[in-house]
Every structure is written in C-alpha cells, then in structure tokens.
Nanobody
Framework: QVDVKESGGGTVQAGGSLRLSCTASGRTLGGFAMGWFRQSPGKEREFVAAISWRGGITYYGDSVKGRFTISRDTAEREDTVYLQMTSLKREDTAVYYC???????????????????WGQGTQVTVSS
C-alpha cells in the first residue's frame, strides 16, 4: 500500500508564490515517479508537473512552464516532492493533487493521470 499526502495549499494574492509538498511512502521494489495535477470546478483534471524517480527528469504543463518548479528530496526516509509556484495567476486556482507510481524503471516521467496512488488534494486559491 502506498500512502500519498499533500500539504502547503492556501490563499495567495496574484503574483505571489506558494510551495506545495507531497510525501509518498510504502513498499516498492524501485522508487516513485511522481506528479502534480490540478482540477477546478467544471474542468477536467489538468497535468501540472512530473518528476522521475531518479535523474531529476522533469516535465511541465504548458500553462505553468517558467513559473512552477518541481523537485524532490530523497534524503529523508519518506520521498518528498515539492512544487514551487511563482507568479501565480487567478487561473491557477484549483485543487492540486499529488500522485505517485511505484516503478522499477528510474528515468520515467508520467504526464498522464495513470497513477495508481493519489493524495486527497490541497486547495490553492489565487486572489486578485
């Protein structure tokens, strides 16, 4: 069983910054490819960013390129992924979900919502 937990959501003014955190824990033969998605009311879940298990390979959705940065810290026992969000816009308002997929292939980035394990989501609200 894999446990995924997000934290760090909140309300921020347009132009501001916010950092989300996500931890994935559980048994795996390799490591976790991890990603962030978001969903706002009436819209489909949108890909935001993803990072490989090893090698720090990253990929971003077009709407966040140049503003968001995904990174990970594997030094601790739990694998932690961060999403640093800058120059936030009102259209970034959404529930942000973290996802984790146990893999034995280290350099895979998953950009579609085919993950088996999801967090509960954290609300990000950008006000004008």
């Amino acid at each position: 069983q894999v446990d995924v937990k997000e934290s760090g959501g909140g309300t921020v003014q347009a132009g501001g910054s916010l950092r989300l955190s996500c931890t994935a824990s559980g048994r795996t033969l390799g490591g976790f490819a991890m990603g962030w998605f978001r969903q706002s009311p009436g819209k489909e879940r949108e890909f935001v960013a993803a990072i490989s298990w090893r090698g720090g390979i990253t990929y971003y959705g077009d709407s966040v390129k140049g503003r968001f940065t995904i990174s990970r810290d594997t030094a601790e026992r739990e694998d932690t992924v961060y999403l640093q969000m800058t120059s936030l816009k009102r259209e970034d308002t959404a529930v942000y979900y973290c996802a984790a997929q146990p893999l034995t292939t280290p350099y895979v980035v998953m950009t579609t919502p085919d993950y088996d394990n999801w967090g509960q989501g954290t609300q990000v609200t950008v006000s004008s």
